[in-house]
C-alpha cells in the first residue's frame, strides 16, 4: 500500500546544533507537506513543496523535494528550545488523501 | 480568521453512552476531516467530507458516525464505543480535498471507561 516513511523515529541535540528529518515514499508525491506539533498540541502547518527539486526555506529551516518527487527533508540549523515537537511529513499522492509519515521527535536541551 | 475550533476539549464517556464531538471553520473551506491520533503516533484519517458529501470513510467502524451539518460545521457521533477507542480526535479543514494545507483544530482528548 501506499507508504512514506520517515527517519529517524527520535532524535536529541544540544541547544546549537542543527537537525535533519527525512522523508521517504514508495510511490512519486503530486506534494509533500511538513507539519510541527508541540507537546499537547495540534498539527500546524509548516510548507507544502510542489515542484520537483525544490528548495524552501523559513528563517532556519530548509525544506527541500527531491529531484523524483519521492523524498524530501527538513534541515534546522542552529536548534533552539523552541524547536521541540514532533515533526511530520504528509504526501499527497493524485487525487487521494494526505499520507503522513510516523514523524520524528525532537528534544532539544540547553 | 484562520481557526478551527472543536468541542469538548476533554471528554469521559462510557461504554454504552452516546456523546458527540463538534468541530467548526469559517474559513471557507470545503473541505473537512477527522482524523484520531493516538500517543505517539501520526493522525490517522477516519473521514473526509468534500463539499458537505462524504468522500471518504478509511473502514472506520459504524460506532463512529460523522455528520455536516453545514460547510462550516463538522460534528462525530461517538456510541457504545470500546476503551481501545480512547485517543485525540483532530478535526481539520482544507481549501480543497487534494493539494492544500490543512488546518488543524486543538482536538478533543476522549477517555471511552
Known amino acids: 500500500g501506499q507508504q512514506v516513511m520517515q527517519i529517524p523515529q527520535y532524535q536529541h541535540v544540544q541547544e546549537g546544533e542543527d537537525f535533519t528529518t527525512y522523508c521517504n515514499s514508495s510511490?512519486?508525491?503530486?506534494?509533500i507537506q511538513w507539519y510541527k506539533q508541540r507537546p499537547g498540541g495540534h498539527p500546524v502547518f509548516l510548507i507544502q513543496?510542489?515542484?520537483?527539486?525544490e528548495v524552501k526555506k523559513q528563517k532556519r529551516l530548509t525544506f527541500q523535494f527531491g529531484e523524483e518527487k519521492k523524498n524530501s527533508s527538513l534541515h534546522i540549523t542552529a536548534t533552539q528550545t523552541t524547536d521541540v515537537g514532533t515533526y511530520f511529513c504528509?504526501?499527497?499522492?493524485?487525487?487521494?488523501?494526505?499520507?503522513f509519515g510516523k514523524g520524528t521527535t525532537l528534544s532539544v536541551s540547553s | 480568521d484562520t481557526e478551527v475550533t472543536q468541542t469538548p476539549k476533554h471528554l469521559v464517556m462510557g461504554m454504552t453512552n452516546k456523546k458527540s464531538l463538534k468541530c467548526e471553520q469559517h474559513?471557507?473551506?470545503?473541505?473537512m476531516y477527522w482524523y484520531k491520533q493516538k500517543a505517539k503516533k501520526p493522525p490517522e484519517l477516519m473521514f473526509v467530507?468534500?463539499?458537505?458529501?462524504?468522500?471518504i470513510n478509511e473502514s472506520v467502524p459504524s460506532r463512529f458516525s460523522p455528520e455536516c451539518p453545514n460547510s462550516s460545521l463538522l460534528n462525530l457521533h461517538l456510541h457504545a464505543l470500546q476503551p481501545e477507542d480512547s485517543a485525540l480526535y483532530l478535526c481539520?479543514?482544507?481549501?480543497?480535498?487534494?493539494?492544500?494545507?490543512?488546518?488543524f483544530g486543538p482536538g478533543t482528548r476522549l477517555t471511552v471507561t
Open positions: 481539520a479543514s482544507s481549501q480543497g480535498r487534494t493539494g492544500y494545507e490543512q488546518y
Open positions: 510511490t512519486t508525491l503530486s506534494n
Open positions: 513543496l510542489v515542484k520537483s527539486g
Open positions: 504528509a504526501g499527497h499522492q493524485a487525487g487521494t488523501a494526505l499520507i
Open positions: 474559513m471557507g473551506h470545503r473541505a
Open positions: 467530507y468534500s463539499y458537505e458529501k462524504l468522500s
